[in-house]
């Protein structure tokens, strides 16, 4: 499968079992519509490659910061772990071409929704653990998710820093505004807007409307120049 061989070159391993990667990528929509064996989804790479994730970053921050207490571990691994950090993550993938989706899936947006792209995320994650072996799934964890966590916390942190930006250069009101609503009432999509002073300065899409807010926050701060996590904690 072509795009199978393209994802990885993307991601810079060649699998040697390639129906571990065809199943990290297929979601339980297309499995379902083409009435596929019980279990063939993602859904259980995705539990295997959620608990490397979380070992390997666990390490990573252990020996990063041995001044950091057991609390600010915690947090700051919970920031790099949650849906959205992960979903904002595969983008340098284009991850959302290359899943899987049912029709009805498919045409709802779920090329783009968070929840879809995370959990695939992690499915790859667990796909290349059972190839390869720990070395390999940790490597693509540092390349893909550990590359840059301050920048990941900005992410994360991204309404709380936008708001001591704001009150910090007196840059006017900051508010959050709804500019679109889409989708049916149980697979709701929506699209933020960051708004300081009147003027917009970013937008977000999300599944809820807080996690549209953090992205169009942090596109704000982007727009705004950056600001380093650590220059506000």
Not at 67 to 89: D, H, K, M, P
Not at 198 to 212: D, I, L, P, Q
Request: glycine share 10%.
């Amino acid at each position: 499968m072509k795009k199978l061989q393209e994802f990885q070159e993307i991601i810079g391993y060649h699998f040697q079992q390639e129906g571990l990667l065809r199943q990290a990528l297929t979601h339980s929509s297309y499995a379902n519509e083409r009435h596929m064996k019980k279990l063939y989804n993602n859904e259980r790479l995705e539990f295997l490659g959620d608990a490397v994730l979380e070992i390997v970053t666990s390490e990573h921050l252990y020996q990063l910061h041995p001044e950091w207490a057991e609390g600010e571990l915690t947090r700051v691994r919970a920031s790099i772990v949650c849906e959205q950090t992960l979903a904002f993550c595969t983008r340098a993938l284009h991850l959302g071409d290359y899943v899987l989706l049912g029709k009805g899936e498919e045409h709802t947006g779920g090329r783009e929704r968070k929840s879809v792209l995370s959990d695939a995320f992690e499915a790859v994650m667990g796909a290349i653990y059972l190839d390869g072996g720990f070395v390999p799934a940790k490597e693509f964890i540092h390349r893909f998710v550990l590359n840059d966590i301050e920048h990941m916390q900005l992410f994360y942190d991204s309404k709380t820093i936008l708001q001591e930006i704001v009150q910090g250069q007196n840059l006017g009101g900051l508010v959050y505004e709804l500019v679109e609503e889409s989708g049916p009432a149980h697979n709701k999509s929506y699209r933020m807007e960051a708004r300081i002073g009147g003027a917009a300065m970013g937008s977000g899409t999300g599944a809820t409307k807080k996690a549209a807010e953090q992205e169009a926050a942090y596109r704000a701060i982007l727009r705004l120049g950056g600001k380093h996590v650590s220059e506000v904690h």
